[in-house]
């Protein structure tokens, strides 16, 4: 299985980018997926999250307003797309699949993990 997060970047707050995640060697609809970040120095914490549907997300409520998670099943990609970004939202960000909705937020349940994308936010 491997999770290809890109689309980090410096951006100066207030700006926007969207990230992507591409999944491959697993059946994508069968998973939930979720992005999480981590700043230096802080644990790794939840961000949003999408059922494998698409009809149900969920999300922090740092970020609820701003970010928008989404999913492609047939390219079998999720993207966050993270709008009026703010110096607080600095961190590397984590795609991640579960295939349990309950306890979506928490970063132990997820059965797999891509490798971060940097996103920064100069104030």
């Known amino acids: 299985v491997q999770l290809q997060a890109s689309g980090g970047g410096v951006v100066q707050a207030g700006g926007y980018l969207r990230l992507s995640c591409a999944a491959s060697g697993l059946v994508f609809s069968n998973y939930h997926m979720g992005w999480f970040r981590q700043a230096p120095g802080k644990e790794r914490e939840f961000v949003a999250a999408i059922y494998r549907g698409g009809g149900n997300t969920n999300y922090a409520t740092s970020v609820k307003g701003r970010f928008t998670i989404s999913r492609d099943n047939a390219k079998t990609t999720v993207s966050l797309q993270m709008n009026s970004l703010k110096s607080e939202d600095t961190a590397t960000y984590y795609c991640?699949?579960?295939?349990?909705?309950?306890?979506?937020?928490?970063?132990?349940?997820?059965?797999?993990w891509g490798e971060g994308t940097l996103v920064t936010v100069s104030s």
């Open positions: 991640a699949a579960d295939t349990t909705w309950a306890d979506i937020v928490s970063r132990s349940k997820y059965d797999y």
